[in-house]
């Protein structure tokens, strides 16, 4: 495979081009390879079309037309909609490849992977972190499971998209894994709100206050990209509050299947919650600052 990928014969197939998608698709065009898209909004494909994306109609068209499809849309009933009735598994050819790169629910995955089986045709759960500057830069961590023979065959793409690609064990690995990286963000995040506000109170320089800590034991991702947005009042969405709601919903229904306990988790949730009702579920994820503004 990695020969075809080579010599960019290869038609990938791309569907879901907001925030994240469009970066990621981006950077395949960047790279050479023949990008075929669908997104339910035809204007938010434009980007990617004038740059060379072959635009499709329907899911069932773009799908026939391509030897591997890559799915980054919003809820697991999405991706539901997307992969069955009469979706991607429906029309992908014997021996092509379905990756779904949507944070969803690993128990879907699993199905998705079953019923691909079936039909001869490979599957990947893959999802990303690192939102939209990671999609743009190429540089997301890419979390995968599946057969590791396919991880295998894949990885020249997944180099195209992203840094940190780690393949993490059998179907429906890759979502439990991006469960644990949104249990780790959503509590950090109240972290990073809380610690920047009680800097303003206590009559310091945020910015100053952001130099000492983004370098010691606090340290993270959040916190260094993030916390700047917060500070300009920039709460354009990354990665979007309704979304990580989602995600939440998600790993918080998992951990109670598996007998776990997640306060902090739950506490998150709670108060992403209480930050969706005031409006704010389509600001980035950063707006949780907002609330204890």
Request: contains cysteine.
């Amino acid at each position: 495979m990695e020969g075809i990928f080579l010599n960019h014969h290869t038609k990938i197939g791309f569907i879901g081009t907001g925030v994240m998608g469009r970066g990621m698709a981006n950077q395949l065009l960047s790279a050479g390879f023949h990008v075929n898209v669908y997104n339910r909004t035809k204007e938010k494909a434009k980007s990617l079309v004038d740059k060379g994306a072959e635009w499709f109609d329907t899911v069932q068209a773009v799908t026939e037309a391509s030897d591997i499809m890559i799915t980054m849309v919003g809820y697991p009933k999405d991706v539901e909609e997307v992969y069955f009735d009469n979706g991607v598994l429906a029309h992908a050819k014997p021996g092509s490849f379905v990756i779904d790169m949507t944070t969803s629910s690993p128990k879907l995955a699993e199905k998705i992977y079953q019923e691909a089986k079936k039909k001869g045709i490979h599957a990947l759960d893959a999802p990303v972190s690192g939102g939209d500057i990671g999609a743009e830069q190429g540089t997301l961590s890419i979390m995968v499971g599946g057969d590791k023979a396919d991880f295998d065959e894949m990885l020249p793409m997944f180099k195209v998209i992203g840094e940190n690609i780690v393949y993490q064990g059998q179907a429906g690995a890759g979502q439990h894994t991006k469960m644990c990286n949104q249990i780790t963000v959503a509590s950090n995040m109240i972290g990073v709100c809380e610690a920047l506000v009680y800097a303003k109170k206590a009559g310091l320089d945020e910015d100053q206050v952001l130099k000492s800590i983004t370098r010691g034991a606090a340290g993270s991702w959040s916190l260094s990209n993030l916390g700047p947005r917060m500070l300009k009042g920039d709460f354009a969405p990354g990665f979007y509050v309704k979304h990580l709601i989602k995600d939440m919903t998600i790993a918080l229904e998992s951990a109670e299947e598996m007998g776990l306990m997640t306060p902090g988790l739950e506490l998150a949730k709670s108060l992403y919650e209480k930050l969706a009702d005031t409006g704010e579920e389509d600001s980035g994820t950063q707006a949780l600052y907002k609330l204890y503004q």
